[in-house]
């Protein structure tokens, strides 16, 4: 579980220090759906096609990448999804549990945050620690989102520089908060 997202992580371009700005409301312009789950898009983000990321080596773990659109100090802030089938059957909040259990041991773990989330009315953690993600790498911010459908796992993991602004974790925050397995055609027409 966490060899795959620290590799799809490693793997695709790195964020870039932020700078200061005002806080601004984050809101939903691109929807996401890939038959599986959902999230939202916030203004200058994009999801990055599965060529894009085979291209760029990442493992076949990782099913779904997103990326903003301009370089903030010439790099790219990434949200990755990786996937996993579990042995046993698992709750959300127990594999959100694992998840954040698996990151203490990367070097240089600091919780800065975890706050409780549901997903689809199920209970989970947005976990934002600071770490590297291998002994020579340096120490990045990372959101991450744990959650299972149907004896999958989904990690949902944020990597961003040490120092970013608060309209960038919102942001983050945003497209995590708005993870669902519910197709989002289906809950319009209710």
């Known amino acids: ?6 590799i799809a992580i490693a793997t695709l371009t790195l964020a870039a220090c932020g700078s200061a700005s005002k806080t601004t409301t984050v ?3 691109s929807p996401f759906w890939n038959s599986v789950f959902a ?3 916030p203004t200058g983000w994009k999801v990055l096609s599965s060529d894009n990321l085979r291209a760029l080596g990442v493992p076949e773990e990782t099913v779904a990448a997103f990326q903003i659109t301009a370089p903030r100090g010439g790099q790219f802030d990434t949200v990755t999804v990786t996937q996993e089938p579990l042995a046993q059957e698992l709750t959300t909040t127990d594999y959100s549990q694992a998840n954040i259990a698996a990151v203490t041991a990367l ?3 600091k919780l800065l ?3 409780v989330v549901y997903i689809d009315g199920k209970e989970s953690a947005l976990h934002v620690f600071t770490a590297r993600s291998a002994a020579d790498n340096p120490i990045r911010r990372y959101y991450q989102l744990g959650a299972v459908k149907e004896r999958t796992g989904y990690t949902f993991t944020g990597s961003f520089p040490l120092s970013i602004t608060d309209a960038e974790a919102n942001e983050v925050a945003f497209i995590l908060k708005s993870v669902s397995f519910v197709d ?4 319009a027409k209710k």
């Not at 989002?184 to 809950?187: E, L, S």
Request: include cysteine; hydrophobic fraction near 35%; aromatic fraction near 10%.
């Open 39 to 41: 999230t939202c898009l």
């Open 27 to 29: 809101s939903c312009v």
């Open 184 to 187: 989002p055609a289906t809950v």
């Open 1 to 6: 579980m966490r060899r795959a997202w620290i």
């Open 107 to 109: 070097p240089d773990y």
């Open 113 to 115: 945050d975890k706050s």
